[in-house]
């Protein structure tokens, strides 16, 4: 007979703190890929799950570089297990990316002349005033605004 494998996942100490906000946004993003895009562009129907995946990783990255609540070991589990983007955490501990919406308004490839996103743009330099991403309806992550 073949051992049955069990997905049983230690969590490390400090994880009780942290879990209700990590399931409430869990929620909400589960809400967000239920909800009916019609009436919306195709663009318009992914911003909820962008702004939903920001705040999960800006949450996790707060509480271990800015407030320092957690441990490393927390910390690593919860890029790990896919609370949060590794990516985009790694672009935010580098100057002039510190409010960077996703990865994919600074990719040159999907934009014209091969250029970042127009959200990338410093408000005082912007033409138009008010702008919202195509990719993930972002305002303005420059880190000059």
């Known amino acids: 007979m073949p051992k ?19 399931r409430d946004l869990e929620a909400k993003m589960r809400e967000a890929e239920n909800d009916p895009h019609d009436g919306k562009r195709k663009c318009e129907a992914l911003w909820p799950i962008f702004k939903i995946a920001h705040q999960k990783s800006r949450y996790i990255y707060d509480l271990y570089y800015r407030r320092k609540e957690i441990s490393k070991e ?10 949060a983007d590794r990516n985009l955490i790694a672009k935010w501990k ?3 990316y510190e409010r ?4 994919r308004c600074m990719q ?3 934009h014209n ?7 990338r743009v410093p408000k005082h330099l912007r033409e ?11 305002r303005g992550c420059a880190s000059g605004d």
Do not use: M, N
Not at 100 to 103: A, D, P, S, V
């Open 4 to 22: 049955i494998k069990t997905s049983r996942v230690k969590y490390p100490e400090g994880w009780e703190l942290i879990e209700p906000t990590l």
């Open 74 to 83: 927390l910390y690593e589990f919860c890029l790990d297990q896919g609370y």
């Open 94 to 96: 580098k100057p002039g």
């Open 100 to 103: 960077l919406c996703c990865l």
């Open 108 to 110: 040159t490839r999907d």
């Open 113 to 119: 002349f091969a250029t970042t996103c127009v959200c």
């Open 128 to 138: 138009e005033k008010v702008i919202e991403c195509v990719h993930c309806g972002c």
